[in-house]
């Protein structure tokens, strides 16, 4: 395999408020806690128990349409053959509390089945205590479990995330503890195994150290062993005996959370890439594994992220990506990121990179707006819009289904965190609809600022306290659409084709290349 060149980089760290040196010591109790659950029946009936959750606010629970406007906005889908839209906002994105009683009898049959079940997989997990002496000492000395940073490996997090941890690192600390599925709870069993994955996990708890009580002795103490870190990864790559091993792929992982971490763009998407070489050099039948699942899990949105904002395809539209993929499902009582709900979203997604690109090249290359390339682009627009229009209707019947359920906190959030994505989805699906159909345009962007302003509203109501991790996003695709408004509601119907095409091109590109940079 082509050897790889990981930059190195020296950070002293900036200043955080004092108060996160007590979130440290808190940390470090988790020893004491391990050194009583080890006594013989200590805490047994309750070592699977899960979070219990109080009955969510009342403002939370009702519909984001009726929050956001108290007209009928007619924004979501389009036909085939026209732009008349077949569903409102109100109809197509409830979450709760709209046509209740019409409903009722499906929601008392959905919570007599919750209440007969017990409490899911799917609430918040808790850390799992390990038993490897190694990891422990290594948690303690750092004051950090590695495990309470799972949130760090959620789908969104990427550019945006780092951005704003440079500027304030702050922010870290409210990530702490907050649980999701992810190949982060291997790493502590794992711990000792492999020489790379070991020194990965060091540097790792080290930067999370450094940022949250920066001084020059920790900075001292991370630069040395991300050094190490780096040089035993690359010794790795280098081994063919290595380099197909899930601790190389585990390494590869948890350096980018330190690059991320650390503010570094470019090593960042250095170490996002050279992951993506690793996992299309393995294949996908070679992630068999709950842990190496896990770690191709955590990875396909920040790939889809930067093939986005490079304008490049992406490999996971390959079929035998989206099989690995779509075999992460896992029936819950709740929402998870595991549920066929959020799959099948993201997997909508996959597509969205190769689209993009595609139409990009369509509208400025030498064969502009040649009719069968056009016509083939709009077949393929309106086959993801409709993806996400089935999505919108699937994840009104989930809330309705548990209208009347008592739902975790997790649930809520994950709900938000997945209409955002859709809703800037379908902003950007709008957009590159409207640049292949012309006649379509301007009643696609009636929809399409409808959607910004819906966007740019969410920002306002009840959201999970790591909500910036994917707010940024949201925010940066609706603003983009706004300010570009006025180009795409013009009216061409007097200019001829060459004129019309002309137009076009400006248009997109000016939208295009704003959005991406915004990112």
């Not at 190949?183 to 990965?200: H, I, K, M, N, Q």
Request: charged share 20%.
């Amino acid at each position: 395999m082509t050897d790889k060149h990981f930059p190195f980089v020296v950070s002293n760290g900036p200043k955080v408020p004092q108060g996160a040196r007590a979130l440290i010591r808190k940390q470090a109790m988790k020893g004491i806690a391990l050194a009583r659950k080890q006594k013989d029946g200590y805490g047994k009936t309750n070592k699977q128990q899960h979070v219990l959750f109080e009955e969510p606010p009342l403002k939370n629970m009702v519909s984001i349409g009726s929050m956001v406007s108290s007209t009928d906005l007619s924004i979501i889908s389009s036909d085939s053959s026209s732009c008349a839209p077949n569903a409102t906002l109100e109809s197509s994105v409830c979450l709760r509390g709209q046509n209740e009683e019409e409903h009722s009898t499906r929601a008392n049959a959905a919570l007599a089945t919750i209440q007969r079940t017990e409490s899911s997989e799917s609430a918040l997990m808790t850390p799992s205590l390990t038993s490897n002496l190694e990891y422990n000492r290594v948690r303690l000395k750092f004051g950090v479990d590695i495990v309470d940073l799972s949130i760090l490996t959620n789908f969104n997090v990427g550019k945006s995330t780092m951005a704003v941890l440079s500027d304030d690192p702050s922010r870290l600390a409210s990530l702490l503890g907050l649980y999701q599925w992810s190949y982060l709870e291997f790493v502590p069993p794992r711990y000792g195994s492999s020489e790379c994955l070991t020194a990965a996990t060091n540097c790792l708890l080290a930067r999370v150290h450094n940022l949250l009580a920066p001084n020059t002795e920790s900075s001292s103490i991370f630069n040395r062993l991300y050094g190490k870190a780096l040089q035993a990864l690359q010794d790795a790559i280098g081994n063919e005996n290595l380099v197909m091993n899930a601790d190389v792929l585990c390494a590869t992982q948890l350096l980018s959370l330190v690059e991320l971490l650390a503010s570094q763009d470019k090593a960042w998407c250095h170490h996002v890439k050279g992951f993506a070489q690793l996992v299309c050099y393995r294949s996908p039948s070679q992630f068999q594994t709950e842990f190496e699942k896990a770690l191709f899990a955590a990875h396909v949105g920040a790939i889809i992220s930067e093939s986005l904002i490079h304008n490049t395809h992406c490999y996971l539209e390959q079929i035998q990506w989206q099989t690995l993929y779509k075999s992460l499902t896992q029936q819950s009582q709740f929402l998870t990121n595991r549920s066929p709900l959020a799959i099948n979203l993201r997997l909508t997604m996959f597509s969205l990179p190769s689209l993009w690109h595609d139409v990009g090249e369509a509208v400025n290359g030498l064969l502009t707006y040649v009719h069968v390339d056009m016509a083939s682009l709009e077949k393929r627009c309106r086959i993801v819009h409709s993806e996400l229009i089935q999505w919108l209707e699937s994840y009104k019947d989930h809330c309705v289904y548990l209208s009347l359920a008592r739902v975790p906190e997790s649930e809520l959030a994950l709900r938000r965190e997945l209409f955002g994505s859709a809703m800037e989805c379908l902003v950007v699906v709008k957009r590159l609809l409207a640049t292949v159909c012309e006649p379509d345009r301007r009643s696609l962007e009636t929809e399409t600022q409808a959607l910004a302003h819906l966007i740019i509203d969410l920002q306002a109501q009840p959201s999970p306290k790591y909500s910036w991790l994917f707010s940024g996003q949201e925010v940066g695709v609706a603003h983009t659409a706004l300010l570009t408004k006025d180009s795409w509601e013009e009216d061409m119907s007097d200019k001829n084709l060459n004129e019309q095409n002309l137009a076009t091109r400006v248009r997109y590109n000016t939208w295009s290349s704003t959005l991406r940079t915004s990112h």
